[in-house]
């Protein structure tokens, strides 16, 4: 069979799907390539992650007997078989994004069930171990970890201990819960290659900074100088002092608070200001207090 392959968000991180499903026909003896319009295939697989706020869908029809859609950007019931989900992938579909590098999930699930988060409806409301780093990793320097909540899951002793036997820098891209950190676990991190270490400060209801400043005691990475990037939610219920109380507190901590936008179009212009301020590190580091980054701005 021809199959054609349709990454609708664009190109600038790999779909973990479309390579297990590239892999797999690849295996079957199928021609595998990405979609043409002009061009006929069998079957056409069309994957998108994010939904029309942030990722328009193609507006053209592609020429194919069948047509597959999959991903959260169109719906949360389609999944992948088994015996596709847990096929190494085609890591040749992305040849410049995957360069020595492994993607996958160990773990999937969260307890948490925050209310701007697909996760706990999609996957369940708990942690759970769905793979050994073997499945796919072999080798590679760096490996990136897309889990939503590792710490959470009973077997993650035994998943950092995969991690540190295989020697890799370790990009954690989805955030460690700070909330599930503990001696032993911080242990084990710390003996991990760090590439890069996310944390997640959301709901501003919740103070974590005692989490946080326990975790600065025993941690020794410090990738780009700071103890790890923390995203920080706003425009979802939170005021300007509860996002600048997270922000001031976590940069005095030595990490380094990183601003995500709920719905984004509709954010006021000050949350967006908060973040054009927060996430450019150049100006961040020269101009202490928001306040300050406005006025200066204004007089621009």
Request: aromatic share 14%; glycine share 6%; proline share 4%.
């Amino acid at each position: 069979m021809k199959i054609g392959l349709i990454d609708v968000d664009g190109h600038h991180f790999p779909n973990l799907a479309l390579m297990k499903i590239s892999a797999w026909h690849k295996l079957n003896g199928d021609d595998v390539e990405w979609c043409f319009p002009f061009n006929h295939y069998d079957i056409v697989y069309q994957s998108k992650v994010f939904d029309e706020t942030y990722s328009a869908d193609i507006d053209w029809v592609p020429n194919a007997d069948k047509i597959v859609k999959g991903g959260t950007g169109y719906g949360l019931t389609e999944t992948l078989p088994d015996y596709i989900e847990h096929i190494y992938p085609d890591y040749t579909l992305y040849p410049k994004l995957t360069k020595d590098t492994a993607y996958g999930y160990l773990t999937r699930g969260c307890p948490r069930g925050c209310s701007f988060c697909i996760v706990a409806e999609k996957e369940g409301r708990r942690s759970y171990k769905v793979a050994d780093l073997s499945e796919f990793w072999r080798g590679q320097k760096y490996i990136k970890l897309l889990d939503p909540n590792l710490l959470a899951c009973r077997d993650h002793m035994e998943l950092l201990e995969q991690l540190c036997t295989s020697k890799s820098y370790i990009d954690f891209t989805q955030g460690l819960d700070i909330r599930m950190t503990n001696d032993e676990n911080i242990d084990l991190i710390n003996r991990l290659k760090i590439k890069e270490i996310h944390f997640a400060w959301d709901n501003p209801k919740e103070d974590l900074s005692l989490y946080f400043e326990e975790y600065r005691k025993l941690a020794k990475h410090k990738p780009h100088g700071t103890f790890g990037t923390v995203y920080c939610l706003t425009n979802f219920g939170s005021t300007m002092q509860e996002n600048l109380y997270r922000i001031y507190t976590l940069r005095d901590m030595g990490f380094d608070p990183y601003v995500m936008i709920y719905d984004k179009p509709t954010a006021p212009k000050g949350i967006k200001d908060l973040q054009r301020w927060v996430n450019n590190k150049i100006i961040f580091r020269s101009c202490k207090k928001f306040d300050e980054y406005q006025e200066r701005s204004r007089k621009r």
